[in-house]
Structures are given as C-alpha cells and as structure tokens.
C-alpha cells in the first residue's frame, strides 16, 4: 500500500531475528508437535463443553447495559463517520488526509487490539448500524420491506460480509491508486451502499451478514475475556470463550479471506513475487488479483482438508442436525487470525496510528488543530529496536498456531468417538504446522 511510511509486515527481517531462519522454523513446527503431545496426553475428555461460565460481573452487566451506554458509543461513531467523511469528500487528496490512515490502519488494523480488549464494541460504534436504527425510529419496519426466513438467515451467515473482505483487502493490496481520494471515495460509498440498503430491505441482522468491518471485529471479539453467560456480562478464560461462541454459518470463508489475504501481503514481500511481477508483462492489478485469490482458496482448501480428519459427524441442535466442519473448526483459527494480524501490522498500526490522529484534527488541510493533536509526536516506543520487533512477530505466529491447536484440540474432544479422537486430529495439526511455518517464511524471508 503505498500509502503508507512503514512498511506493513513490520520493522523486522530475516537477519533481525534471534536465531537463524531454518531454525525458527524448525523450532515453531516442534513446539506445535510437543504441545500436540502433551494435549493428548493430559487432555482426554472435553472440559469446555456446554454452556459458558466465569466470573459474572452484575454491577459491570448494569453499567455496560445502561441505555447511555449504547448512546454514547453510537453518537461517537456516527461522529466519527460523518467527521472522516468531510475530510474523504472535502479534504486535500494527499497522504495528509486522515481518511486513508482512519481507512486502512484505524479500521482495519485497529479494530483487531479494539475487539481482542473490550469485545464485541463494533456493533455499537457502527455508524452504519447507527444510521439504520435511526430509520427504524422514523418508521422503517425492523425486519426490512422484504425480510428473509430463519431458514434464509441461517444459510446467508456470515458469506457476505467474507466477499467484502476479499474486497477491502485487494482495495489494500492490489488497487492501483488506493491512496487517492476518487478511488477510496468509490469504496466508501459501495460499502455504505451494499450495507444500508440490504439493511432496508433485509433488516438490521443484515448488517451482521454483509459488513465486512462488523465480523471481523465479531470474529476478533470471540477471543476476548468478556462474554454474556445467562444475558450478563462475564469475565471468562478466552479461550473457554472461543469454544463455547457460536460459529454462525460461513465463519470458515471469514477466516478463509482473511489468513489468506494476510499471506498474500506477505507473499508480495519476497523477492521472488517482486521479480516475477516486474519483469512480466501482465499488468501488475491482475498478478495481485490472481495471487491473492490463490493465497484464500489455498488457506480455504488446506483447512478444509484438515477438518476431513473428524469424519462425517453430526451434532444435534434444536429439532433437526447439521453437519459439524468448517464452521465448528474454524474457531480454532482466530488465534491464527490474530497472531498474523499483529506480526504483520502491530509497528504500523503503533506508527501510522499516531499520525493519522495528528492529521484527523486538520481533516481539511486548513491547518486546525481542532482536538490538540495537530502538533504530537511520534512516539516510537520499541520499534526503533528491530530485533524487539522480530521477535514479537515470531511469538504471535507461534504462540497464535499454539492456542490454536489447544482449541482444536478440545473441539475435536468434543465430538470424535474416543477411538479417534488422535487419529482425527492429525490432518488438522499438519495443516497448522504448514501455516506456521508458511507465516515464518513468508514474513522473514528476503
């Protein structure tokens, strides 16, 4: 993304690293095998199953339920769209304009540490959300004009909002002048488009189904040590928390879209794609395009691969069944999901983030200093350090894959027949060692 100053996979390299990069990698691939090891050994039969539990918080359920705790949020987020809109639609077409570093680091990069901290906030900072509820007020019917079947909802999921990740990440990765004001304000306006009218016409849940932004931060949020247990807000062990959420259907493409078009940044980071591209005579957006497509159908087809290891199983809900694979499994990637996202953009998000909130006081280029921070400074905290910085890259990819494995593992326990709960999981395991290795070399290699 040109952009921005930093560049995206951080301040590391290959030769920042504590130890060679072959060990590394070797190392990574045996701390997934120990820990695979030890799980089977010490961990025979579920212990997260059921209903979720912690440490209910009563006094915290009230506050955060309190009616000005769902206004505030909303008046803030709306503010917010409204105030960035000025600049996207009457701001200076330069890298000034805080709507790119609100766009691709704020949006994007920050909803991940926003989510992982404090849970599920989107939904109530959602401008877009805001908007709709808005229209419920001046009489448009909660369910839309046209709303769909329980049935309907269900087989729509989450497949939606996985397309316009794949849009928003080849907006990132591949779209020639994604650093101009005439293409950004052509994607804002599809995303607002897509989200508000389905929104009319399907009703609020559609919002949930098609934005891209909500279930991400939904996603994220499933690892967070706050969940409702019996409608009240609980500290809880977040991985319980993963295992115990609902994985509505289409979570799989979700996390598909999203490893996959982290791998593809760093995959266009190596030597070998930057000498392919520039000495070929296909236009640059349709390598990006075509390598980026790959990277999400080959993550979407290895991890699909992997969960073939349970076999045809059947989990009972409600008055029928349905099949458990993709969607279950895929709870044990958002670990993986997380750890990519912050071995690749944490030093942007610490660097760039600071200076888009320099620039969101002067939204313009009028030279105001509307909230004070015009004049700030960057701070660059450990990131001056690069051997720091390898080295949190390298423990969010593995310590990522690890947590992974740990909830596949009780996953697996769950509902394989005691005969197969081993045998079940290796395709699984060898998926996620491929995936941390793969991350290694893609984020490290010259």
Request: net charge positive.
């Amino acid at each position: 993304m040109s952009l921005l100053l930093v560049p995206l996979h951080g301040l590391g390299s290959r030769q920042d690293l504590p130890l060679p990069l072959p060990l590394a990698v070797a190392g990574a691939a045996v701390v997934l095998l120990l820990s695979f090891g030890v799980l089977a050994l010490a961990w025979r039969e579920s212990r997260w199953a059921g209903v979720p539990s912690g440490r209910v918080l009563p006094a915290l359920s009230r506050w955060v339920d309190a009616p000005w705790a769902r206004i505030v949020p909303a008046v803030l987020g709306l503010f917010a769209f409204c105030w960035v809109g000025m600049a996207l639609w009457l701001g200076q077409d330069r890298v000034t304009n805080p709507v790119f570093g609100f766009t691709y680091v704020w949006m994007w990069v920050g909803l991940v540490p926003l989510s992982l901290l404090i849970g599920s906030v989107w939904r109530r900072l959602n401008p877009l959300r805001t908007l709709l509820a808005l229209a419920h007020i001046l009489g448009l019917p909660a369910e839309g004009l046209r709303p769909l079947s329980g049935t309907g909802w269900r087989r729509l999921g989450s497949y939606p909002a996985s397309l316009g990740l794949v849009a928003f990440t080849w907006l990132e990765l591949v779209q020639p002048d994604n650093n101009t004001l005439p293409v950004l304000r052509w994607w804002w306006l599809a995303w607002v488009v897509v989200v508000l009218a389905g929104g009319v016409l399907f009703g609020g849940r559609w919002v949930a189904a098609a934005d891209p932004f909500e279930a991400y931060a939904v996603l994220v949020s499933r690892a967070s040590p706050w969940q409702r247990v019996d409608g009240r807000v609980a500290l809880v062990n977040p991985l319980r928390h993963l295992a115990t959420s609902h994985s509505p259907t289409g979570t799989w493409a979700v996390v598909a879209a999203l490893l996959g078009g982290t791998a593809f940044d760093g995959f266009t980071g190596t030597s070998w794609w930057v000498r392919t591209v520039q000495a070929s005579d296909v236009p640059r957006v349709l390598w990006g395009t075509a390598g980026q497509l790959t990277m999400v159908a080959l993550v979407a087809v290895t991890f699909a691969l992997g969960v073939r290891g349970l076999g045809r199983l059947r989990e009972q809900k409600g008055d029928g069944s349905f099949p458990v694979h993709l969607d279950l499994l895929a709870a044990s990637v958002i670990p993986i999901v997380i750890g990519y996202a912050a071995a690749h953009y944490l030093s942007l998000l610490v660097l760039e983030g600071q200076r888009t909130l320099m620039n969101l006081s002067d939204p313009l280029g009028l030279g105001w200093n509307v909230f004070g921070t015009a004049e700030l400074g960057i701070n660059q905290l450990w990131l001056d350090t690069p051997q720091i910085t390898a080295v949190i890259q390298l423990l969010a990819i593995v310590g990522g894959h690890v947590l992974g494995v740990l909830v596949a593992h009780e996953l697996s326990v769950r509902v394989l027949p005691a005969e197969r709960r081993i045998r079940g999981q290796v395709p699984m395991l060898l998926v996620m060692i491929g995936y941390t290795c793969g991350g290694l070399l893609l984020l490290f290699s010259p």
